[in-house]
């Protein structure tokens, strides 16, 4: 049986994230396949930026401060402290944010395995 793990915020190690000319993103990886069989989770920043994505797992996204926006096709999901987006799987999208740090939870974990097959 996995342990329980408890993640310091001062510990966060945060990657560059997306393929983006102006703005700010990067990520903590939290939990992958190595910990769980069947979610993933991280913590996010989006700082003016704009970063296309398809989703290819089911993402639910948790505002932890600044303003987070979603656009899906001609939609925009402005999002700010507290509040919650889910994403299903296959969605085209861009990730965007002003001073914007987000929970995420995805499943399955596992989903760069399964696209490879």
């Known amino acids: 049986m996995p ?3 408890q993640f310091k915020h001062d510990t966060l190690a945060f990657e560059p994230y997306g393929d983006h000319e102006t703005g700010s ?5 939290l939990i992958g396949p190595q910990h769980s ?7 996010a920043r ?5 970063i296309e994505w398809t989703v290819l797992y089911d993402e639910l996204i948790v505002v932890l401060e600044g303003v ?3 656009r899906v096709a001609d939609k925009v999901f402005e ?14 999208l861009r990730y965007e944010g002003e001073g ?7 499943a399955p974990v596992d989903w760069q395995e399964r696209q490879a097959t």
């Open 3 to 5: 342990e329980v793990i």
């Open 25 to 29: 993103a990067s990520i903590a990886r």
């Open 100 to 106: 914007a740090t987000v929970f995420y939870a995805l």
């Open 68 to 70: 987070f926006r979603l």
């Open 46 to 50: 989006f700082d003016n930026v704009s």
């Open 79 to 92: 999002a700010m402290s507290g509040e919650i987006i889910w994403i299903p799987e296959n969605t085209p």
């Open 37 to 43: 069989r069947t979610m993933g989770a991280g913590v």
